[in-house]
């Protein structure tokens, strides 16, 4: 619904724009914002964000999605093709009365596997690298509780349920597992890269897992307490 059917408070209108043009510059206005806020208060996410883009870049350019497996053995990928806008004229008939009318224009977009889209996959694989890291430690969870006889799992995103009597378990198997993922020598961003390079045709223009942001201080054995 258009913004402007929102209400603040009773008897106040909307402070965006009514129409959609306006809408769009708002919401641009308040993503700089965002995106500000976000820098100065995490800016090792940002590090990290630039590196994983920077890392897939070549790789774009050479028109190839970027594949990554993960320690699970499934294999996660960044894959964004431009498209090819077509609009087609369909002749509407009056059945009634028995004679065409004005044509409606349909539009629709046809992807071009031939060529990676850059910008969007720069813009998705912070979201698709982070997507991953969150699957591959489902997976080891999933596969230590079937393994520990838990057979009953519910699972949304980062969230993790199962029967009262179990849930102790699975909270040990969750901690545990992110331990096991994160606490030791192995890097995900080292990883990675390392992914990203073997499937370049100019080896040259890899980025070395040298330039990866710092590791952080977090203690992961602290997360089994």
């Not at 306006?22 to 590090?47: D, F, H, M, W």
């Not at 499934?74 to 008939?93: G, S």
Request: glycine share 6%; with cysteine; proline share 4%.
């Amino acid at each position: 619904k258009p913004l402007r059917r929102l209400k603040l408070a009773e008897n106040t209108n909307h402070p965006f724009p009514s129409n959609k043009k306006g809408q769009r510059k708002a919401c641009r206005y308040l993503a700089e914002i965002n995106n500000r806020v976000i820098n100065a208060t995490l800016p090792s996410a940002r590090a990290g964000l630039d590196y994983l883009k920077k890392v897939i870049t070549p790789l774009a350019r050479e028109h190839k999605p970027q594949y990554w497996r993960l320690r699970s053995g499934f294999v996660a990928v960044n894959e964004y093709y431009h498209t090819n806008k077509r609009e087609v004229k369909i002749p509407r008939l009056n059945v009634k009365a028995g004679v065409k009318e004005n044509r409606a224009k349909v539009s629709y977009a046809e992807l071009d596997t031939s060529r990676i889209d850059l910008r969007e996959s720069k813009q998705g694989i912070g979201a698709n690298f982070v997507h991953s890291r969150d699957a591959d430690h489902t997976h080891h969870i999933l596969h230590t509780c079937k393994a520990q006889g838990i057979a009953d799992v519910t699972h949304i995103h980062d969230c993790f349920g199962t029967h009262l009597a179990d849930m102790d378990k699975l909270d040990h198997i969750v901690r545990a597992t992110f331990v096991f993922l994160y606490g030791g020598e192995w890097c995900a961003y080292t990883a990675f890269a390392n992914d990203i390079a073997k499937q370049l045709d100019d080896k040259t223009k890899a980025i070395s897992p040298d330039e990866k942001p710092d590791k952080g201080t977090l203690d992961t054995a602290g997360v089994m307490k």
